[in-house]
């Protein structure tokens, strides 16, 4: 069954103090592993698509990467703002092609000033 | 350019009532999809439209769950009767394309709780 984990559930960092997140996958055949940052109270906003392993996105202080069986989210000096929760999701072969999002439980990251 | 817009933002209704979710995706998006969220775990997929026709519903959970999108452009989601399990955060989101390379975007979601 395909399953994504992320880890780790929660963290509490200091302003300019970086860090990773992680999201393991298990799947089919990947087609997709997408990052999105979620608010309270807000739907989830695309941040990054990795496709292949190897592959590397950045955007500001954030940089995503992809390996054959997980995916770091990378925060480089994070300030307050970067707080909200991270989701991974992936998106599988199953039977034949489908676009369904299979999402993690999400990283609850709050920086501290 | 507008974003994925849902309404309304919370409902509470009682056990054994109706309720329908409106969603109206990003003005050009062929593909449109609803997921949910109940507490304490992960967004699950529900079903995906494309324009008007419904290309994958394998994550409905049962018949008490009616998806509809006419002429290809909002779409709406009933729920009949609503039970207890039922209460959550339903989420819309809207594609271009429905290749490998199209992002899904999120709505803000409609809170549902039934009492």
């Known amino acids: 069954e395909d399953q994504v984990t992320q880890s780790p559930e929660a963290l509490r960092l200091q302003e300019g103090e970086s860090s990773s997140l992680n999201c393991s996958y298990t799947?089919?055949?990947?087609?997709?592993l997408f990052w999105y940052r979620q608010d309270p109270g807000k739907g989830p906003e695309f941040l990054f698509t990795?496709?292949?392993a190897g592959e590397e996105k950045e955007k500001e202080r954030l940089k995503a990467t992809l390996t054959k069986k997980e995916s770091f989210l990378h925060i480089t000096a994070p300030k307050p703002e970067d707080s909200a929760t991270y989701l991974c999701?992936?998106?599988?072969?199953?039977?034949?092609?489908?676009?369904?999002?299979?999402f993690g439980t999400g990283t609850l990251l709050a920086v501290q000033p | 350019e507008a974003g994925v817009t849902q309404f309304p933002s919370h409902s509470v209704i009682e056990k054994g009532q109706t309720v329908t979710l409106r969603c109206d995706p990003i003005?050009?998006?062929?593909?449109l999809y609803w997921y949910r969220r109940v507490m304490g775990k992960e967004i699950k997929f529900l079903l995906h439209?494309?324009?008007?026709?419904?290309?994958?519903e394998s994550g409905m959970p049962n018949n008490r769950f009616l998806a509809e999108r006419t002429g290809g452009t909002y779409s709406t989601l009933k729920v009949q009767p609503a039970e207890l399990e039922d209460s959550g955060v339903y989420f819309c989101?809207?594609?271009?394309?429905?290749?490998?390379?199209?992002?899904?975007?999120f709505g803000p979601g409609t809170r549902l709780t039934v009492l």
């Open positions: 989101a809207s594609s271009r394309g429905s290749g490998s390379y199209n992002e899904q975007f």
């Open positions: 799947v089919s055949g990947l087609r997709g």
């Open positions: 990795l496709y292949s």
């Open positions: 999701a992936v998106r599988t072969y199953y039977g034949g092609a489908t676009n369904k999002l299979i």
């Open positions: 003005s050009g998006h062929d593909n």
């Open positions: 439209f494309v324009k008007e026709s419904k290309q994958d």
